[in-house]
């Protein structure tokens, strides 16, 4: 079975960093697109950021874009979000996706998911 276990979150003052990591197992790592996504409570999930399974091709959301990067560490199994210059909006629980695709496209529903790392940004 498919495991994305997500890890890295925490609380950080507005204007910080944290670095996420989404350990995948049980399938091939390089064969399969990515993203993360972010959602807090009475809200749908929102997509973040994505990439495609060679680590190419990243995207980011608007509301993230120029402030966080996303990373294939292939040696590790592991997705990657650097996160900078963080806001208070950008409080939520991040979640690993993986899609049944090699090329990133949103418009494709994830098959596998994390129960996510939570990232708090107050002061």
């Known amino acids: 079975d498919v495991q994305l276990q997500a890890s890295g979150g925490g609380l950080v003052q507005p204007g910080g960093s944290l670095r996420l990591s989404c350990v995948v197992s049980?399938?091939?790592?390089?064969?399969?697109?990515f993203s993360w996504y972010r959602q807090v409570p009475g809200k749908g999930p929102e997509w973040v950021s994505g990439?495609?399974?060679?680590?190419?091709?990243?995207r980011y959301s608007d509301a993230v874009k120029g402030r966080f990067t996303i990373s294939k560490d292939f040696a590790k199994s592991t997705v990657i979000l650097q996160m900078t210059a963080l806001k208070p909006e950008d409080t939520a629980r991040y979640f690993c996706?993986?899609?049944?695709?090699?090329?990133?496209?949103?418009?494709?529903?994830?098959?596998?998911w994390g129960q996510g790392t939570l990232v708090t940004v107050s002061s």
């Open positions: 049980g399938i091939t790592f390089g064969r399969y697109a």
């Open positions: 990439l495609n399974d060679d680590g190419s091709g990243p």
């Open positions: 996706v993986k899609y049944p695709v090699r090329i990133l496209d949103v418009k494709i529903h994830y098959d596998a």
